[in-house]
């Protein structure tokens, strides 16, 4: 792998104009480094009352297999996906095998060796995960997929570099970059009630179910919303319960 190329990355997305750009000079550095295969995936905090996100549903950018996308969701491969549990605890880049083998005693054991053989058929032979953390810990990662390839620590260290830089240049040039850097104040702690409506929010709910449920006024529940998003910094509730999970306020 020429390292000299991912330095040079790391300067040529800084002066990216738009999102697309940026997409495109990573993709042809990965491509140019041997990797088939990658995606760019937001972290969601997994919501016990809804569904998980598709990967797919949340990725900044990527290419797979065709048909891989369509396989992983038929099949629910999101529940069980070895890497996906591995990146929920990892501090550091990993290749696919040390999942793996973190859990080769697991329940789902048969099902994620039948995942692995399913991939390998579609081309993902072995591949690589660099997380992405924030202050308050895993904001994305980039996972990198193809034919087996042996990366240096240099080379790992630089990914994970590309990884990190991409990931904020396509946020900055979204407009997005701000609100995963809010901070919540750490003196305007939410109450029970501000707690208690902001998880029936996350599960879907209306004001006006929300007020039938807690017994009050629909009237009281937007002036507890509106506590809500002031305290959040929030622009509108989706914002808030988008924020609350990214501050673990609610899991």
Request: aromatic share 8%; glycine share 6%; charged share 25%.
């Given at each position: 792998m020429n390292i000299n190329l991912l330095i040079q990355l790391l300067v040529i997305l800084e002066e990216c104009p738009n999102p697309e750009a940026v997409v495109t000079e990573v993709e042809q550095i990965l491509h140019g480094c041997g990797f088939e295969y990658y995606g760019l995936l937001r972290h969601v905090p997994r919501n016990p009352v809804q569904h998980d996100p598709e990967l797919w549903a949340v990725a900044l950018a990527g290419r797979w297999p065709e048909q891989w996308p369509e396989i992983y969701a038929a099949k629910k491969y999101a529940l069980?996906?070895?890497?996906?549990?591995?990146?929920?605890?990892?501090?550091?880049?990993?290749?696919?095998?040390?999942?793996?083998?973190?859990?080769?005693?697991?329940?789902?054991?048969?099902?994620?060796?039948?995942?692995?053989?399913?991939?390998?058929?579609?081309?993902?032979?072995?591949?690589?995960?660099?997380?992405?953390?924030?202050?308050?810990?895993?904001?994305?990662?980039?996972?990198?997929?193809?034919?087996?390839?042996?990366?240096?620590?240099?080379?790992?260290?630089?990914?994970?570099?590309?990884?990190?830089?991409?990931?904020?240049?396509?946020?900055?040039?979204?407009?997005?970059?701000?609100?995963?850097?809010?901070?919540?104040?750490?003196?305007?702690?939410?109450?029970?009630?501000?707690m208690e409506i902001l998880h029936y929010l996350a599960e879907g709910m209306t004001s006006m179910e929300i007020s039938k449920l807690l017994k009050i006024s629909n009237h009281t529940v937007d002036w507890y919303m509106n506590g809500l998003q002031g305290k959040l910094k929030a622009k509108n509730r989706q914002q808030a319960v988008a924020l609350a999970f990214r501050h673990r306020l609610i899991s």
């Open positions: 069980i996906d070895p890497m996906v549990r591995y990146l929920a605890h990892a501090q550091r880049p990993f290749r696919w095998r040390e999942a793996m083998v973190a859990f080769h005693k697991d329940a789902h054991q048969r099902r994620m060796e039948q995942m692995m053989v399913d991939a390998f058929g579609h081309g993902m032979e072995d591949g690589y995960i660099f997380p992405i953390h924030g202050r308050n810990g895993i904001l994305a990662s980039l996972s990198l997929a193809g034919k087996p390839i042996e990366l240096s620590p240099v080379e790992i260290a630089l990914l994970e570099a590309v990884a990190r830089k991409a990931f904020w240049r396509l946020l900055d040039l979204k407009g997005e970059a701000p609100a995963l850097e809010t901070v919540v104040p750490a003196d305007t702690p939410l109450t029970r009630r501000e």
